[in-house]
Nanobody
Framework: QVQLVESGGGLVQAGGSLRLSCAAS????????MGWYRQAPGKQRELVAA???????DYADSVKGRFTISRDNAKNTVYLQMNSLKPEDTAVYYC??????????????????WGQGTQVTVSS
């Protein structure tokens, strides 16, 4: 099994910054795309940012230029640096990782895992 442990959420004033971290541990052969999603009350979960193992990134239009996603492949950890935060960024932020498992006999499987979520609250 794989566990994703998130940290770094909290309360910040508009214009402030926060840095989220998500570390994957457990039975990991390799990690593929890792990303951050968020869900505000009454809204659907949405992609915030994602990064491939090769470092290619993708961002939601609403966070481009303010958020930066990065990762440490050796530590199976993904980060989200959030600057110039706005009240509309308030949400529970979830980490997601595509994990490659290797089994005896040379079989592989790719599975998605989610973190437990961390609250980010931006006050106006």
């Amino acid at each position: 099994q794989v566990q994703l442990v998130e940290s770094g959420g909290g309360l910040v004033q508009a214009g402030g910054s926060l840095r989220l971290s998500c570390a994957a541990s457990g039975s990991i052969f390799d990690s593929n795309t890792m990303g951050w999603y968020r869900q505000a009350p009454g809204k659907q979960r949405e992609l915030v940012a994602a990064i491939t193992s090769g470092g290619s990134t993708d961002y939601a239009d609403s966070v481009k230029g303010r958020f930066t996603i990065s990762r440490d492949n050796a530590k199976n950890t993904v980060y989200l640096q959030m600057n110039s935060l706005k009240p509309e960024d308030t949400a529970v932020y979830y980490c997601k990782a595509e994990i490659l498992h290797r089994y005896s006999g040379g079989n592989y499987s790719l599975r998605d895992y989610w973190g437990q979520g961390t609250q980010v609250t931006v006050s106006s």
